[in-house]
């Protein structure tokens, strides 16, 4: 069975972009509002501002292995609304439920790039059957992109560079730093950011539709 072609991408867009060229794009973090849940008040509103959106952002954060067959759980989940990023520690299982809650919503979307091994981790913590799940790494490749990493997508579709600073902290930590914070942030809020982008530009009903018939 042959391969579907690459969709066509709006002009002006590249398939992909050289070091030299990211490493010239601005620098850009999420700048509004974080709110770090932790207590059952916190989590009832954040709960109530993410069943408002109909596409939230969606990503996690584990504590970095540097020893062979070392492997750790996610840590934090990050999800990302139009009002504001919730950061869910994850050592805290009263949290667990309402992710659950979140990942087996079929109404809303749910917005990442390799959302597979996270989703994979997290059912490790807690069960969940997860629906409307919108990897856009996949979306990327289905328009024939070969770069489909978060800060690869967020270059070429939103025009700015990601810092990768506090990726391989220690997320397992009580107490997360502003750094961290800054980063977790930024990571969902350019996934949520990229599927907007990409709904616009049309590449999601373009991926679905193409994908649909090639299956048929």
Known sequence: MN?????????????????????????????????????????????????????????????????????????????????AVYLFPLRHTEMFPALMELLSEPRHAKAGVALADDLRSLKKLFPFTEKHIIDLGKVARRCGLEQTGLRNLAAIFLGFRIPKGA????????????????????????????????????????ASSAQDSHRG
């Open 3 to 83: 391969s579907p072609s690459p969709i066509d991408l709006p002009g002006g867009l590249a398939r992909s972009i050289s070091r030299e060229e990211l490493a010239n794009l601005p620098i850009n973090r999420y700048q509004g509002v974080v709110h770090l849940v932790t207590t059952s008040h916190e989590l009832a509103q954040a709960m109530t501002d993410i069943r408002q959106e109909r596409v939230a952002g969606f990503d996690t954060e584990t504590r970095p292995s540097f020893r062979k067959g070392e492997v750790y759980l996610p840590c934090l989940a990050q999800v990302a609304t139009a009002r």
């Open 167 to 206: 990726r391989t902290s220690n997320w397992a930590a009580p107490r997360l730093t502003e750094a961290q914070v800054t980063y977790a942030a930024t990571d969902a809020w350019v996934c949520r950011e990229l599927y907007l982008c990409m709904e616009k530009l049309g590449l999601l009903q373009s």
